[in-house]
């Protein structure tokens, strides 16, 4: 069984920086974060392979955002930088194991379903 519990959420203002951290028990082998703003659907940011470490962005915070894993202290990180109000939301760390035709695409878009956190807030103010 895999359990993640977030960590490093808050608020702070537009340009500023934040850096979650995303503590994780259990196998995996593909691990991301996802974010939900009010009246929006989860969508998938940024993943990376627990082996490899190969890494996938997604357009809206490519450049600004680095995923980062330490297998040694089993943390999964995100340093968010130039961060715009438009990145206000709930993030969720999210784990899946190795199966067949899964990729870091893939993962983000939720194929296959994956282990969830609880979610930390990020707010950013203009």
């Known amino acids: 069984q895999v359990h993640l519990v977030e960590s490093g959420g808050g608020s702070v203002q537009a340009g500023g920086s934040l850096r979650l951290s995303c503590a994780k028990s259990?196998?995996?082998?593909?691990m991301g974060w996802f974010r939900q703003a009010p009246g929006k659907e989860r969508e998938g940011v940024a993943a990376i392979t627990t082996g490899s470490g190969s890494t996938y962005y997604s357009d809206s915070i490519k450049g600004r955002f680095t995923i980062s894993l330490d297998n040694a202290k089993n943390t999964l990180y995100l340093q968010m930088s130039s961060l715009k109000p438009e990145d206000t939301a709930m993030y969720y760390c999210?784990?899946?194991?190795?199966?067949?035709?899964?990729?870091?695409?893939?993962?983000?878009?939720?194929?296959?379903?994956?282990?969830w956190g609880q979610g930390t807030q990020v707010t950013v103010s203009s």
């Open positions: 259990g196998y995996t082998a593909y």
């Open positions: 999210a784990a899946a194991p190795l199966l067949a035709s899964t990729s870091l695409v893939s993962f983000l878009s939720r194929r296959p379903e994956p282990y």
